[in-house]
């Protein structure tokens, strides 16, 4: 009655937690044995095993000779063996499962004695064809994940464009930025709060990445929501050997160019001075029964956003005017008009100093004195004649200092029910603090200026699975898992008063007087 009772309780579970399921984080493997003539031979008993947890997922093959095992965990080092009486068993290791992916894997067995074993590698198999649907895309396995040029390692988004079909601004074969689906371990990561492209709520640490796989064409009804690319990705899992690493990925100014424009205001290149840091751990809590995984991923960045702002010039500053007069430009022969500038036809600019400034004021003052020494203290002088109005006004152009500070953390937990369920369990956070250069040209309005615009990103998310092996022909996945994008836009530096605007999936946006 009890078992009854937990089975009862289990099943409840599963039914309430599907509409949650949107993606197949997890693999198959699928084939047809025969004999030395091309027979189908029915009754072969297949094994898969997971040389690193020594988990195991049996079938058998049926009248026509075909067996699949479905809801195994990607990665790589499985070995499938195939049994029957009266033919030689046949190994094969060095098996390699792709998330989201069936692998066909066929066997051929000879008559002859079950003492022996006849035992070949897959290790060289690394493309195999899929033959199982109709998807188009590709699948990075963790080797590759972790070698390919991917720049900011919180996260392998970078992979995202460089499928076939795609544009780099996330357009996947034809379909709109928004139509885009990226999971994680099966859970919805998309950025719903700002709408980006190639933005993994919650983060995903490319180190803390086992497999990413991109469908760009014919995706699945599995696949989730949206027409555009598919884009899967599984967590690492531990083992049951203890592994792990230390990294740390450095970049600076020296390999840095500087802007054509900034060289030519004479300002120095923006410095870029990047670390990210972090490592990873994985080994058993219960050997063969219960697995965990902790990454950190760490990165600071001390960078320059070049950024120019209108200031006056410096006939302005000393109290006088100046205005486009009605002579003719010597340059083109042709009269003064409202594209004159002082630095391209200055003999279209007249000036009236600050004495006949007051005289044409009604009230006989000219500039206020306070003013003036306002601008004269607040702004900086012109560095860039080419901007502004070229009459009163120029361009101060300069590197304005972006602080970026940013802390990731995943974990994962697996743990085996019995021979025919598994429960797992993967939370990602991530706090990072940076000076808005994206929706602003710098988080400072001039040098000196303490950070005025900022980023503060707080996402969080966390997802629960269950797999249940029911019998050779029914399997079951459960998932349940919550992802929060928690983003704030805070202006901290405004002599009226700090305004903030903060927005997420939790409420609705809106302003707030702090």
């Known amino acids: 009655m009890r078992r009854l009772s937990v089975a009862a309780a289990v099943l409840f579970f599963t039914l309430i937690t599907i509409p949650v399921l949107k993606a197949q984080d997890v693999a198959s493997v699928t084939g047809v044995v025969t004999d030395a003539t091309g027979a189908v031979i029915p009754g072969t008993r297949v094994v898969l095993l997971n040389t690193a947890t020594n988990l195991s997922y049996t079938a058998e093959t049926n009248a026509i000779g075909s067996y699949t095992i479905v809801n195994v965990p990607p990665g790589p080092g499985y ?6 009486d009266g033919f030689t068993p046949s190994v094969v290791t060095d098996v390699y499962l792709n998330v989201n992916t ?14 022996q074993t006849v035992e070949v590698s897959a290790a060289s198999e690394t493309i195999t064809l899929n033959t199982t649907d109709a998807t188009v895309g590709n699948n990075y396995e963790v080797q590759m994940v972790n070698e ?4 900011i390692r919180d996260s392998p988004a970078a992979l995202f464009s460089i499928q076939p079909g795609a544009t780099s601004d996330g357009a996947i074969t ?16 998309n950025d719903m709060a700002t709408g980006q492209f190639g933005v993994v709520t ?14 760009t064409g014919s995706p699945l009804s599995s696949d989730g929501q949206g027409g555009g690319g598919q884009f899967v990705m599984v967590t690492k899992s531990g083992t049951n050997k203890f592994h792990g690493n230390l990294f740390e990925y450095h970049r600076d100014t020296t390999t840095e160019a500087n802007d054509w424009f ?41 960078q320059g956003a070049q950024a120019e702002r209108t200031v006056p010039l410096d006939e302005f500053r000393n109290g006088n005017i100046q205005y486009i007069n009605k002579t003719t430009d010597p340059a083109t022969g042709k009269p003064c008009g409202g594209t004159s500038r002082q630095d391209v036809s200055p003999t279209c600019i007249s000036m009236i100093n600050s004495a006949q400034v007051a005289a044409l004021d009604p009230q006989k003052i000219g500039f206020d004195p306070a003013l003036m020494d306002f601008i004269n203290q607040r702004y900086p002088h012109v560095n860039d004649v080419s901007f502004g109005d070229g009459i009163n006004t120029g361009g101060f152009r300069f590197n304005a200092p972006v602080i970026l500070k940013e802390n990731d953390y995943v974990a994962r937990v697996d743990y085996t029910l019995n021979s025919a369920m598994k429960l797992w369990s993967r939370a990602s956070a991530q706090s990072q603090r940076q000076g808005d250069a994206i929706n602003f040209s710098a988080p400072i309005q001039f040098p000196g200026d303490p950070v005025t615009h900022a980023i503060n990103n707080a996402s969080y998310g966390y997802v629960v699975g ?18 929060r994008s928690r983003l704030n836009f805070p202006a901290q530096y405004n002599p009226t008063g700090t305004v903030q605007w903060r927005g997420g999936l939790a409420g609705t946006g809106r302003v707030e007087p702090s």
């Open 79 to 84: 070995r499938i063996s195939f049994s029957r």
């Open 148 to 151: 390919l040029p991917v720049q």
């Open 202 to 215: 919650g983060n995903a640490p490319v180190d803390s990445v086992q497999e990413l796989r991109a469908v």
């Open 466 to 483: 269950h797999n249940w092996t029911i019998g050779a022909n029914k399997t079951n996945q459960a998932l349940y898992g919550v992802t």
């Open 174 to 189: 034809g379909a709109r930025v928004d139509q885009n689906n990226v999971t994680l371990d099966g859970l919805d990561v």
């Open 102 to 115: 069936t692998r066909t894997q066929n066997a051929r067995l000879t008559v002859g004695s079950t003492i």
């Open 262 to 302: 900034n060289n030519n205001s004479g300002v120095p290149r923006a410095p870029l001075i990047r670390n990210q840091f972090g490592g990873n751990l994985g080994g058993p809590v219960m050997k063969n029964k219960a697995f965990f995984f902790f990454e950190y991923n760490g990165r600071r960045d001390n």
